[in-house]
């Protein structure tokens, strides 16, 4: 799917998106997705006047706990639905439209206490996670910081691949799912230190540090 398409497609899903993810409990891919969101903020151990970057914000389903807890957050994504979901939602988020891929915008370059993001990451490949993961840690995070990944993920590739069998009629072959034996391989070589967390029948969160800040 080229970006245009992509754009498009999370463009027209804006409307409908949080019906789609918080009526789905037991069902793929959005299985404990109200739960998943909570524990990232728990995980997170934020605190009043944290700063919270979230990558992919969609609708401000996440960004919205961290307001709670009295956090400042920023907000990043390609669609401009989306973010004028968030909006609506959530005035106070200081919001960016922007390529996670591609070249920030100077909005987003600050140093962050905490980079996070929800079910966004599955639409690149394991290279291209590996090297935005390196690239925020090593550019976007304050000393002691982390990033907290909550999305659609697996403990092992072989659970992943019996997962894909058991709902073989929404798995899309175009998503590029986490199976966290593979990802903490491969971050461990680009000098990342990774632990992983399962929550749901499809869904876990991952935090991510520079090896040696822990």
């Known amino acids: 799917m080229s970006q245009t398409d992509r754009t498009q ?13 918080t009526s789905a409990d037991g069902d793929f891919p959005f299985d404990g997705y109200e739960q998943i969101l909570d524990d990232v903020v728990r995980m997170a151990d ?12 969609g609708t401000g389903n996440l960004a919205a706990r961290f307001l709670q807890s009295g956090c400042v957050v920023w907000g990043a994504d390609f669609s401009a639905e989306m973010l004028a979901q968030a909006r609506a939602k959530l005035p106070q988020v200081h919001l960016v439209q922007a390529n996670l891929l591609g070249e920030w915008p100077a909005a987003l370059q600050l140093p962050f206490d905490r980079v996070v993001s929800a079910y966004v990451l599955h639409e690149f490949d394991l290279a291209t996670k590996v090297s935005l993961l390196r690239r925020v840690a090593s550019h976007h995070l304050a000393a002691g910081g982390c990033i907290l990944v909550a999305d659609i993920a697996f403990p092992t590739a072989l659970a992943r691949e019996a997962a894909a069998q058991r709902w073989a009629e ?10 966290a034996d593979e990802t903490i391989a491969a971050c461990a070589e680009a000098g990342l230190q990774t632990t992983y967390k399962q929550v749901s029948s499809c869904g876990g969160i991952f935090t991510f540090v520079i090896r040696g800040d822990r």
């Open 9 to 21: 497609l999370f463009d027209r899903w804006a409307e409908n998106y949080d019906t789609a993810v």
């Open 46 to 57: 934020a605190k009043p006047s944290t700063r919270i970057l979230d990558l992919g914000i």
């Open 170 to 179: 929404s798995w899309d072959q175009d998503e590029t799912y986490w199976a």
